[in-house]
Nanobody, 127 residues
């Protein structure tokens, strides 16, 4: 079992930066696939960042490429999401997720591939 707890969300202005944290317990996340997803009201959960192989492999959808960065700090057993140049469209509840399974590149982007989820943290971007 893996427990995940997100933090760092809040109300920010367009153009600001925010760093989300995801603290894991129960097992090490240094070698498991992890992802960040977000869900806006009335929309499906959307992939925003993934990390594999102890951080050597990261990937993003086009909507956040160049603005978001995922990283892992093994000593803290935590994963982070640095979000820069925030836009109104980034407003959502952000979730981190993990799985003990090996995932393909395509599977890594599918929320159904993950077994463990945090409770989410709200990020609201205002104009």
């Amino acid at each position: 079992q893996v427990q995940l707890v997100e933090s760092g969300g809040g109300l920010v202005q367009a153009g600001d930066s925010v760093r989300l944290s995801c603290a894991a317990s129960g097992r090490s996340v240094s070698n498991v696939p992890m992802g960040w997803f977000r869900q806006a009201p009335g929309k499906e959960r959307e992939f925003v960042a993934g990390i594999r192989w102890s951080g050597s492999n990261t990937y993003y959808p086009d909507s956040v490429e160049g603005r978001f960065a995922i990283s892992v700090v093994n000593a803290k057993n935590s994963v982070y999401l640095q979000m820069n140049s925030l836009q109104l469209a980034d407003t959502a509840v952000y979730y981190c997720a993990a799985t003990s399974n090996r995932l393909s590149y395509a599977q890594s982007r599918d929320p159904k591939s993950y077994d463990y989820w945090g409770q989410g943290t709200q990020v609201t971007v205002s104009s």
